[in-house]
């Protein structure tokens, strides 16, 4: 199984079933619209061809993305790895894990996030184009300002919490295992 996820909700999911990262996507993040892309040409990819870019992007903010890197796929999408500032380590977790990437098993694992970019009709776009392709799709809602879709968390943590990715992976565990069986 090779989860990809907007954000470091992937990572903590692995950590959590102690599972072995078969995902570059690890600690990174990657807006909506560049997931779209991926889950349409996830086949054909070839993800160990990258470029690496800086990370910056106006939705991330400059601390975050200063001395950073973007890894760039063939097709454009971008995952920011605001989390390494080191350009060689992050290519070399990217390489690496990339490798173990089971295109046959894609479970893409969402959850909400920045309402202006990544909207609801772009999940929806997201969650057909999974169905077509028959990927796993797994969205959480933790924005009470954003209409229901998927499974509700917004009653217990809000996407604003910077904790948020590690708190909703433990909570969403059980849910995680129901659909991915």
């Not at 959590?16 to 993040?29: A, D, E, R, V």
């Not at 993305?65 to 973007?70: F, I, L």
């Not at 760039?72 to 999408?77: D, I």
């Not at 954003?146 to 904790?163: P, R, V």
Request: contains cysteine; hydrophobic residues 35%; proline residues 3%.
């Amino acid at each position: 199984m090779t989860i990809i996820s907007n954000n470091c909700l992937g990572a903590y999911t692995y950590n959590l079933l102690g599972l072995k990262y078969t995902s570059p996507f690890i600690w990174s993040q990657t807006f909506l619209y560049d997931i779209l892309k991926i889950v349409k040409d996830a086949r054909e990819l070839n993800f160990q061809n990258i470029n690496l870019v800086s990370a910056s992007n106006q939705y991330i903010p400059e601390k975050n993305s200063k001395n950073s890197y973007a890894v760039q796929l063939e097709n454009g999408a971008k995952s920011y790895f605001i989390h390494y500032k080191d350009k060689n380590l992050t290519e070399s977790n990217w390489l690496r894990r990339s490798k173990r990437i089971d295109k046959n098993n894609l479970v893409f694992y969402l959850m909400s996030s920045k309402p202006k970019i990544d909207t609801i009709e772009l999940v929806n776009e997201i969650k057909e184009e999974c169905l077509i392709r028959n990927y796993k799709f797994i969205y959480l809602n933790t924005n009470k300002d954003t209409t229901f879709l998927g499974k509700d968390y917004s009653n217990y943590i809000e996407f604003t919490d910077n904790k948020c990715p590690y708190k909703l992976a433990k909570l969403a565990l059980p849910y995680f295992k129901q659909e991915i069986r």
